[in-house]
């Protein structure tokens, strides 16, 4: 998702790009994920995280409307607000405390986050009964979903248009300097380039050691829960629960330590999953759950993005965050021209990972 | 086209098939009393509304998604006619019922 968006976005302002990729086995979080374009959580701690979040939802509408044009491929964006549910006092006064406290971090313009009742709640969907333990909620009306599959589809069909040309047939072995630029080593044979951009999610560590990149990343695994097709009840995304446009209701997700990228599921992540649905929404009791699968996130120690330009190998860049949906869409027209300048600019200094250093010193 | 084989077992059950009695065999399944009723699509599609049939017989496709009993988007592959069951097609998208008192709220 990151380095289809990337390339993309470098893909049309002129570059040549060619994108080495591992085909269908790879472990793609896009291919997993609930697809949510989601504001009201991002940030808490690093502001300029919740800023480029707000940029990206902004840029969403235009972004979905130029893939559309060029390529017939609709990510099924909808940004009708969305909601964080509490259930029980305790929630609530914790979800309180939380947007109070990013909301004193940034300008009142980047999340625009309210609390409301269940009143006030309920009115907003009036089709889903909520249980009586949802109290209330965080709202943010920039909040919304896309279908992930379909923005993937989207963007390598753009790609396509944009003139990037694509190898799933090409895994990078090794990489390292070549002249003045890089070469890779794949089974495909050899790429060279000017600059390299390593966004292989869970494949970084391996590449980014190579070229004098630092990828703490840990995988976090993530079941989610998925319900055969119904009338429409949700008007936006709820507490983890989303409608996709077919009708079936997505209910993600856990949070699980994972040591190893396993992605397997597991009973009883389906329970826990399937016990908080029923407490939001009760009516749900009789319907079918069709299927259940688990994806693996992409998490820096802080959970917030990473965009790192090699000190020992100017032109080789890291990137990868959790949010590639949410952030598809400013990655494509923002971080891409980024990548495109001789030195990655200074406003993107904030999300180099020597922040983990001094995290660590603290 | 469509033609029942023997059932050794014989006997007969009257199912409900969209409104219309329609005798079919104890082993038949839901499925089966649709298609002998001749009731052509047995549900539409909730994305395209387009009319559909039971295709593979055997629980795999969800093409034979109907209202059983009452009871939204069953497999009607999957169900062994009753005396009496009431089989209709399932059209659009199942309806959300309100959960009964005894539910988890
Ligand atoms: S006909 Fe295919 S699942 Fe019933």
């Known amino acids: 998702m990151v380095g289809a968006a990337i390339a993309y976005g470098l893909g049309k302002r002129g570059a040549r790009v060619v994108v080495l990729d591992e085909g269908d086995t790879a472990v793609r979080a896009a291919r997993v994920n609930l ?22 939802v902004d840029l969403w509408p235009a972004f979905d409307a130029e893939l559309r044009e060029l390529t017939g491929v609709a990510t099924e964006l ?31 313009w980047v999340y625009e986050t309210e609390m409301i009742d269940r009143r006030h709640l309920q009115s907003l969907m009036p089709k889903a009964r909520l249980g009586r333990d949802v109290v209330g909620a965080s709202w943010c009306p920039h909040d919304g979903i896309s279908n992930p599959l379909r923005t993937l589809q989207a963007m390598h069909a753009g790609m396509k248009r944009v003139g990037v ?42 590449l980014a050691a190579q070229l004098g990149l630092q990828a703490p990343i840990r995988p976090e695994r ?41 992605t397997r599921t597991t009973t009883a992540s389906a329970i826990t999953l399937a016990k908080r649905a029923l407490r939001i929404l009760p009516d749900l009791v009789d319907i079918r759950i069709v299927r259940s699968w688990a994806g693996l996130r992409v998490l820096a120690p802080d959970g917030f993005p990473v965009y790192q330009e090699s000190e020992s190998h100017p032109g080789a860049y890291a990137t990868f965050c959790h949010s590639g949906n949410t952030l598809a869409a400013v990655h494509a027209e923002e971080l891409a021209p980024a990548l495109l300048e001789p030195r990655l600019p200074d406003r993107l200094a904030v999300f180099h990972p020597r922040r983990f250093e001094t995290m660590q010193a603290a | ?20 009695p329609c005798e079919v065999g104890p082993n038949d399944t839901a499925a089966a009393a649709a298609l002998l009723a001749g009731i052509g699509h047995t549900r539409t599609s909730p ?10 017989m055997m629980g795999v496709c969800h093409e034979c998604l109907m209202v059983i009993d009452g009871v939204p988007s069953r497999q009607a592959c999957l ?12 059209v659009g998208p199942r309806a959300l019922q309100p959960a009964g008192a005894d539910a988890h709220v």
């Open chain 1, 35 to 56: 697809g949510l374009v989601w504001l009201q959580s991002k940030g808490d701690g690093m502001p300029d995280y919740g800023r480029w979040s707000r940029r990206s």
């Open chain 1, 222 to 262: 993530g079941q989610l829960l998925v319900t055969e097709r119904m009338e429409r009840i949700l008007p936006f995304p709820a507490g983890g629960l989303r409608q996709t446009a077919d009708g079936t209701i997505m209910i993600g997700s856990t949070r699980e330590k994972v040591s190893s990228l396993d």
């Open chain 2, 1 to 20: 086209m469509l033609r029942k084989l023997p059932d050794p077992a014989g006997g007969v059950v009257t199912v409900i098939v969209e409104g219309r």
């Open chain 1, 165 to 206: 040309a694509y190898r799933p047939d090409a895994p990078v072995r090794s990489i390292g300097r070549d002249g003045a630029g890089f070469a890779a080593q794949t089974p495909a044979g050899t790429f060279r380039a000017a600059k390299v951009v390593v966004a292989a999610g869970h494949g970084i560590p391996a």
């Open chain 2, 47 to 56: 994305v395209t509304g387009e009319p559909r049939a039971p295709f593979c």
């Open chain 2, 79 to 90: 169900v062994t006619v009753r005396e009496g069951m009431r089989i209709d097609r399932q």
């Open chain 1, 78 to 108: 909808e940004q009708n607000g969305g909601v964080t549910l509490c259930l029980g006092e305790e929630e609530l006064e914790e979800r309180a405390r939380t947007i109070r406290r990013m909301h004193n971090q940034v300008e009142p």
